[in-house]
């Protein structure tokens, strides 16, 4: 069997949002691993799964508002999640959370979440997620509805649980999500997440006390209705994946669905925002 690897190099202007834009819509097709460079994004996938008119039918190559180059180069496959643990460090979120991987030594840490390191986002590394962990430490969650809309390897879901929450939604579009959310929920032992591999229009019918949602900036903005229509009265949402100066664009839309902004954390220009409802 051919094992070998294409890698795609985009070049895209402007990179932001252009960047995070692609990525969340190559990851609907068969590319599993990303890696940003300055002008955009190397994207690889399995030579047999590569199909090129799947490729030419992404939104964002017919968009008048970005400009779009890309080379492809034919590699050795290797084993990424092996490379990547040559790096991979604990995160410590302060005072009383860590995010360690199964290789590492086990802590006393009140809160220890083990995300297996493979490809799908949400380590602990990245600005967003820690912005987010962060406040979900401050949070009371006892006996709180939760949904955790594009999970990824499920880390927020995972700490929902082990701080008291009633019950979590986790969905992921993302097949790969799916399947990294579905081993670190087991490897964590977690006994009150429920996971959906379906998009979050699947949901509604449901009511939550807070929505988490930690995806690129578009995809949140057309996800603003589904999380209206899925939230209680008073009900919070906790948003994160784009900048601080989208603040003021994003309370601004949610607005418009009776969301008010509380406040927001910040961190090398990453924010984290969290809304309540009126």
């Not at 985009?10 to 995070?20: A, C, D, L, Q």
């Not at 779009?68 to 991979?88: A, F, H, P």
């Not at 008073?234 to 902004?261: P, T, W």
Request: proline share 3%.
């Amino acid at each position: 069997m051919n094992d070998d690897i294409l890698r795609f190099t985009f070049s895209i202007s402007p990179t932001k949002p252009g960047t995070e834009i692609l990525i969340a819509e190559l990851s609907q097709l068969n590319f599993d691993v990303f890696e940003e460079i300055n002008s955009g994004v190397n994207a690889y996938i399995k030579k047999t799964l590569f199909d090129e008119t799947e490729l030419k039918k992404v939104k964002i190559f017919n968009s008048n508002e970005f400009q779009i180059k890309y080379e492809i180069e034919s590699i050795k496959n290797v084993n990424w999640n092996k490379k990547w643990e040559q790096n991979y460090k604990p995160v410590l979120i302060y005072p009383n959370c860590i995010i360690r991987a199964p290789f590492h030594k086990k802590t006393e840490f009140e809160y220890e979440i083990v995300i297996k390191p493979e490809m799908s986002f949400g380590t602990g590394h990245h600005e967003t997620t820690r912005l987010i962990i962060e406040y979900l430490l401050e949070m009371n969650l006892n006996n709180k509805s939760i949904c955790d809309v594009g999970c990824g390897t499920g880390i927020l879901s995972i700490l929902c649980d082990k701080k008291g929450a009633k019950s979590v939604d986790a969905i992921d579009i993302n097949r790969n999500a799916f399947q990294s959310s579905k081993e670190n929920i087991k490897i964590n032992k977690c006994q009150n997440i429920n996971l959906f591999n379906t998009p979050p229009e699947s949901l509604i019918g449901n009511y939550y006390d807070l929505i988490i949602s930690n995806i690129t900036l578009n995809t949140l903005m057309n996800n603003f209705k589904n999380f209206s229509l899925i939230s209680k009265k008073q009900s919070k949402i906790l948003l994160s994946g784009f900048y601080e100066s989208d603040v003021e664009m994003v309370a601004n839309r949610l607005m418009l669905y009776d969301y008010n902004l509380v406040n927001y954390k910040t961190k090398n220009k990453w924010v984290s925002t969290l809304f309540q409802k009126y």
